[in-house]
């Protein structure tokens, strides 16, 4: 469990209360008119999406990826792979580290392989993404620290056709602010802060949920599309 005990610097209680200052900032009627999707970008992001879902009616999903890191050193995110093997990386890094573009495709597909398809089984039944072709899609994440999952999720749904595409987040990085907002249509941040420290450092309390509380969030949602008979998926 992630806690922070200095009052002062907490921005939210927790995730719940991170739901409902996001839910003052989202255009709501908009979106339900346009029938907009909501994808988590993370475990955390999944009690947010799966609120914002059951109190105005949003289809939802998950959307999976994983971390490419540096050999020798797991602290040092490299590049991230998505679950539709799209691959963001950061070539400042790779190429101070010397680090290869055959290193970074082969652990993208390792990382497919060995974790998404067993993210997929866990949480999908084994499905992929939801089809989003020509739909309006907004990207949920409790927090954005460095950038990575938000903009591997973007090229995804992208390359997957969708309409339009918008980010939500509590807290992020003035710098990545400024980025994500040129990619996107619009971009929902309830703080944007500058000299960004952690994104559970702005949390009094950000505990990393189980699969087993993941799984009953899901089963007790009427909008998650992959348990919604029928659904078309890829």
Request: hydrophobic share 40%.
């Amino acid at each position: 469990m992630s806690e922070n005990s200095d009052f002062d610097t907490c921005l939210f209680k927790d995730r719940y209360d991170a739901y409902n200052a996001l839910v003052e900032i989202l255009p709501i009627k908009v979106m339900q008119h346009e029938k907009w999707i909501l994808l988590a970008l993370s475990d955390g992001a999944v009690e947010i999406t799966a609120k914002l879902a059951n109190r105005f009616g949003f289809d939802f999903d998950l959307f999976f990826s994983e971390a490419i890191v540096a050999p020798n050193n797991e602290e040092c995110q490299l590049a991230m792979v998505s679950e539709t093997n799209d691959i963001v990386i950061e070539e400042k890094l790779t190429e101070s580290f010397g680090i290869s573009l055959d290193y970074i495709y082969e652990e993208g597909e390792r990382l497919f392989h060995e974790r998404i398809v067993k993210y997929r089984y866990r949480y999908r039944d084994g499905l992929g993404v939801s089809d989003l072709r020509d739909q309006n899609v907004l990207l949920i994440d409790e927090g954005c620290e460095t950038g990575f999952k938000v903009m591997c999720a973007l090229k995804s749904v992208i390359n997957l056709g969708v309409r339009k595409v918008s980010v939500a987040t509590p807290v992020i990085p003035d710098d990545l602010f400024t980025l994500v907002d040129k990619k996107v249509d619009k971009i929902y941040a309830v703080h944007i802060i500058r000299d960004f420290i952690s994104v559970d450092y702005y949390y009094q309390t950000l505990p990393q949920p189980k699969a087993e509380e993941i799984k009953a969030i899901l089963a007790e949602c009427k909008h998650y599309l992959p348990y919604i008979k029928g659904e078309e998926t890829i």
